[in-house]
């Protein structure tokens, strides 16, 4: 039962940890939004997945170096017992504080049904590629799928596989499809729907509408980001030209759904390609050194003054 | 179906005995009554067998496959699954598109 309440003391300060540190990292990227658009979609899309990574792993090595501490301080539990210990032989008193327990049961529920709606995603969307590859003819690195809608996506984390529809290739022009591909190839070499997929397990645990909020502004940034590495491929205008015939076929089937679509997101799109610079500024390595910076800064402030910080989280929760 | 696309109708054991002796009579039999649930093959009685034959063509079949498969995918736009060139919540207003491409125009004309 002891083990049971220590699970329970330090899951709640995990928690605590996590869901602070990503609503602080979700409040910075809205406030620095305009700086870091300025500084292009590679510093935008690096400080989102930082957003969504640094919350956990900082939740990890609080936990950690809080658990070492009683581990290591002999007379840790005897200097105080006044309230529940954080403390990895004596946490049975959490199980008798109903708030913890339901607080982290409800942790633990959330965070589960992310990760099997996540699964369930994931299941029925390999089901559909895999029909659409057993009737599509493969030419060099695509998919032809015989369609009357209009796409291009890039599918799959360990093979990842071009699909595009006869409806597109038709619809273009030479320079646009060589754009469109292009932009596609990148996310094939950037192996993006990997990293699309680690910042969605990152944010299993976060604070409430943190992974949407995350994820579309990985999501913006990463489009934006391609189109850019298309454009150095071919030409912006090209790139800029397919972006607006692919959505012409959309537009029809959006209108034929009574759907409403926000306005800004192909605005912004053609607007950045435009103005794809020739080389991308490296701003997003100053970010990460920065981050690393701050991380390493954290973690010696945490080992410092691991005691009193230790003591103040017990008083705070137990 | 591919079977019973290029030769129909078929009983069961016509298909079975077609498959080899990959399958067991009654997995070949159970898997044609639910193609046959789903609507991609009619049956008539012939004596105390069923025949089997396409209730679709191979062409209209894959493109049903198709429709059933991009749909759901699409709609789930940009996300763990996919990275589609448009995502289809970014549909404009022709109006809009043709603005979009003016500025393309002037782009154009600038450089």
Redesign the interface.
């Known amino acids: 039962m002891s083990a049971l309440g220590s699970a329970v003391g330090f899951g709640v300060v995990f928690l605590l940890v996590v869901i602070a540190a990503s609503a602080i990292g979700c409040g910075l990227l809205a406030l620095g939004a305009r700086a870091l658009a300025a500084r292009g979609p590679a510093a935008e899309r690096r400080a989102a997945m930082l957003a969504a990574i640094v919350p956990p792993i900082a939740g990890a090595l609080v936990v950690a170096a809080l658990a070492l501490h009683s581990a290591t301080t002999i007379d840790h539990c005897e200097a105080h017992d006044h309230h529940a210990h954080l403390c990895v032989a004596h946490g049975g008193a959490w199980l008798a504080r109903p708030w913890a327990v339901a607080v982290a049961a409800a942790a633990m529920v959330v965070s589960v049904g992310r990760a099997a709606l ?1 699964l369930m ?2 299941l ?2 390999r089901a ?2 895999r ?2 590859a ?2 599509a003819e493969t030419i060099d690195d695509v998919r032809i ?3 009357p ?1 209009r ?5 799959g984390v360990r093979r990842p596989t071009i699909y595009a ?1 006869t409806a ?1 290739l038709r619809a273009l022009a030479d320079d646009e499809r060589a754009a ?1 591909l292009a ?2 190839r990148a ?1 094939v070499r950037a192996r ?2 990997l990293w ?2 680690a910042l ?1 397990v990152a944010t299993l645990v976060a604070a409430p509408l943190a992974p949407g909020f995350l ?1 579309r502004r990985w ?1 913006d940034a ?2 934006r980001l ?1 189109d850019r590495d298309a454009a150095r491929a071919t030409d ?2 090209a790139v ?5 015939a ?3 076929g ?2 029809a ?3 034929s759904m009574n ?1 409403a ?3 800004h ?3 912004r ?3 950045a390609v ?1 103005a794809t610079p020739d080389v991308e500024p490296r701003a997003g390595r100053g970010l990460a050194i920065g981050a690393a910076a701050l991380g390493v800064t954290v973690a010696g402030a945490l080992v410092a003054f691991v005691d009193p910080i230790h003591h103040a989280l017990e008083t705070l929760l137990g | 179906m591919d079977i019973l696309w290029e030769l129909h109708p078929l009983t069961v054991r016509d298909v079975k005995a077609r498959l080899g002796a990959r399958s067991a009579y009654t997995t070949v039999m159970t898997t044609l009554d639910r193609l046959y649930k789903k609507g991609l093959l009619a049956r008539d009685k012939d004596g105390l067998a069923f025949v089997y034959r396409p209730a679709l063509d191979r062409a209209e079949y894959q493109r049903r496959v198709v429709e059933a498969a991009v749909g759901p995918l699409l709609e789930q736009g940009a996300g763990p699954v996919l990275a589609a060139f448009v995502d289809v919540a970014a549909g404009l207003s022709p109006q809009h598109l043709s603005a979009l491409e003016q500025l393309i125009a002037a782009k154009r004309r600038q450089r």
């Not at chain 1, 800029?240 to 607006?244: D, E, M, T, V």
């Open positions: 996540l995603t994931l029925g969307a559909r590629v029909a659409l057993a009737v799928v015989d369609s809608r796409f291009c996506f890039v599918t529809s597109a469109m932009h596609e996310h993006d729907l699309r997929r969605e994820a999501d990463t489009e391609r912006p205008a800029a030209h397919a972006l607006i692919m959505c012409r959309e537009a089937w959006a209108a759907y679509p926000p306005v997101a192909l605005t799109r053609v607007e435009l």
